[in-house]
């Protein structure tokens, strides 16, 4: 269970982008597929990784096309997207929605913090410390369920591309290109203020 996915490798760099925080981030809550949008901050956030990629692709090295941009259809993400597009209007990125960017589902746990799901669900909290990947909240997806489609956008990469998400799809990414083992891919913390880029099947975090 621990063992290194490798079972995608695009044919392109792919730039692993979380969306900027929003108030629900700053709470603690479960968002998965609730449509909250970015806070201030988030709008930041979002501009200094537009900025970070704005500087990747000037370097002769990110050639390779005009870069396209794929971005989760929730609230969070699209306007993160519309920030990083704007601060790189003059690489001419194409920028368009992905459904299966769209954050893996928690159900009946969307809206609560990590304390109050222990308070309501103790059993189901118990059972998803046991396996994280298989594990479906009530009324949600797991991260196994999602993998298949985010292995086949993924597999469909032939040029610079550009991935506004979430952290749960960008775990699956880490996953299944092997960046990281089952167990490291879940846990790390994915920070909404850098850039996971795949490249020569090598992960950098800018």
Same mark, same amino acid.
Request: with cysteine; charged share 25%.
């Given at each position: 269970?621990?063992?290194?996915?490798?079972?995608?490798? +695009?044919?392109?760099?792919? /730039?692993?982008?979380?969306?900027?925080?929003?108030?629900?981030?700053?709470?603690?809550?479960?968002?998965? /597929?609730?449509?909250?949008?970015?806070?201030?901050?988030?709008?930041?956030?979002?501009? /200094?990784?537009?900025?970070?990629?704005?500087?990747?692709?000037?370097?002769?090295?990110?050639?390779?096309?005009?870069?396209?941009?794929?971005?989760? +259809?929730?609230?969070?993400?699209?306007?993160? $997207?519309?920030?990083?597009?704007?601060?790189? $209007?003059?690489?001419?990125?194409?920028?368009? +929605?992905?459904?299966?960017?769209?954050?893996?589902?928690?159900?009946?746990?969307?809206?609560?913090?990590?304390?109050?799901?222990?308070?309501?669900?103790?059993?189901?909290?118990?059972?998803?410390?046991?396996?994280?990947?298989?594990?479906?909240?009530?009324?949600?997806?797991?991260?196994?369920?999602?993998?298949?489609?985010?292995?086949?956008?993924?597999?469909?990469?032939?040029?610079?591309?550009?991935?506004?998400? /979430?952290?749960?799809?960008?775990?699956?990414?880490?996953?299944?290109?092997?960046?990281?083992?089952?167990?490291?891919?879940?846990?790390? +913390?994915?920070?909404?203020?850098?850039?996971?880029?795949?490249?020569?099947?090598?992960?950098?975090?800018?």
């Amino acid at each position: 269970m621990n063992r290194i996915g490798a079972s995608v490798q +695009p044919k392109g760099d792919v /730039h692993l982008v979380r969306h900027g925080e929003t108030d629900w981030n700053r709470d603690g809550r479960f968002q998965g /597929h609730s449509d909250i949008p970015l806070n201030k901050k988030g709008r930041e956030q979002a501009r /200094h990784c537009g900025r970070l990629l704005a500087g990747l692709f000037e370097e002769p090295a990110r050639g390779g096309g005009i870069p396209v941009l794929y971005y989760s +259809p929730l609230t969070r993400a699209r306007q993160s $997207a519309d920030e990083i597009r704007k601060i790189m $209007a003059n690489q001419n990125v194409e920028a368009k +929605p992905h459904p299966a960017l769209t954050e893996v589902s928690f159900g009946n746990w969307e809206g609560l913090t990590t304390h109050e799901v222990k308070d309501e669900f103790p059993d189901h909290r118990r059972e998803r410390k046991k396996d994280r990947w298989n594990f479906t909240p009530p009324g949600g997806e797991s991260f196994a369920a999602r993998a298949p489609e985010i292995g086949n956008l993924l597999a469909s990469v032939d040029r610079p591309t550009i991935f506004v998400c /979430h952290a749960g799809i960008i775990r699956i990414c880490l996953y299944l290109l092997g960046a990281a083992d089952l167990q490291s891919a879940l846990a790390e +913390p994915i920070s909404q203020e850098r850039i996971y880029t795949w490249s020569n099947r090598s992960l950098a975090a800018q």
